[in-house]
């Protein structure tokens, strides 16, 4: 299978192949119990098992997908994932979803891999007219993060996510592609 590479900065790039290599890198990352409770799909603690069945529904691509991996230009390690999920068959409206390893956070990564994905996504999906965000009412980074992509926010989705037990509002932020 090949890969697309993008170059994002002199530290990072994106590339959409992932491999049974990156399995310890996503381990390492996201076996942290903030990425955890900023997200609605992460397991914890996140397991091998986990990574492969991450990998196994990625080489799947069941849904209309677009996952990319964000990695280190010195080492390929990867130290991050951004993708968008279309919502509707006809891929006009897709949701996007991403995260990063902590110590990678505050250094403008995501905002430059965001707006490659957004990119990527125009240009695979010409019928794409929007891009939707739901975080977690308590994860100011990532609502700073989709601000400065030029996401607007569009309300409160009250009780939108159940987890651990509970039910979860999220704020909806939308990219508007014209």
Known sequence: MTSNRYE???EIYIDNLLTENDIPSLVKYLNNPTIYAN???????YTIKDGENFLSAIKSNLEPT?????????????????????????????EIG??????????VFMSKVIGKVI?????????????????F??????RRVVEKCHFAYEGLLRKRVHKNGQDIDVYLYAYIIE
């Not at 997200?39 to 603690?45: E, K, L, V």
């Not at 990119?119 to 939707?132: A, D, F, S, Y």
Request: glycine share 10%; net charge negative.
């Open 39 to 45: 997200t609605s799909h992460i397991p914890q603690p």
């Open 119 to 135: 990119e990527i996504g125009q240009i695979q999906w010409k019928n794409l007219v929007r891009i939707e965000a739901q975080i």
């Open 137 to 142: 009412t308590w994860n100011n980074g990532s």
């Open 8 to 10: 994002i900065s002199n």
């Open 66 to 94: 677009l996952f990319f991996n964000i990695r280190l230009n010195e080492t390929d390690e990867m130290i991050g994932g951004c993708g968008l999920q279309s919502l509707i068959k006809n891929d006009r409206i897709a």
């Open 98 to 107: 991403y995260w990063l390893g902590e110590p990678y956070w505050g250094r």
